[in-house]
């Protein structure tokens, strides 16, 4: 069975950092083009990163750029998010997602065919 599992959010202070971790079972990751994304209620959902399924793209939104950074673990089917200088406005729920088509570039929105159950990330002193 095709699964992505989030985990590390949690409660932390701004100016503090996460790693949120995506897991996958029954696919390779690395074959896959990954998408973070987090929503608030309320809200539509936003993408904050991504990683083409070749590897030759990374994005950031605006608003993460020089705070976020997106990984993968090969040896752990893995991909991670590590979020620095956290401010309020990071607060939601994070979700990852898959897209199993081969592209140089990242995904779009509609693209991804598997998406994981969120972790909610808040951050507040």
């Known amino acids: 069975q095709l699964r992505l599992v989030e985990s590390g959010g949690g409660l932390v202070q701004p100016g503090g950092s996460l790693r949120v971790s995506c897991a996958a079972s029954g696919l390779t990751l690395d074959a896959y083009g990954i998408g973070w994304f987090r929503q608030v209620p309320g809200k539509e959902r936003e993408a904050v990163s991504c990683i083409s399924s070749s590897g030759g793209q990374k994005f950031y939104v605006d608003s993460v750029k020089g705070r976020f950074t997106i990984s993968r673990d090969t040896t752990k089917n893995t991909v991670y998010l590590q979020m620095n200088s956290l401010k309020p406005e990071d607060t939601a729920i994070y979700y990852c997602?898959?897209?199993?088509?081969?592209?140089?570039?990242?995904?779009?929105?509609?693209?991804?065919?598997?998406w994981g159950q969120g972790t909610q990330v808040t951050v507040s002193s």
């Open positions: 997602a898959a897209d199993s088509s081969y592209r140089y570039y990242c995904s779009g929105s509609t693209d991804y065919d598997y």
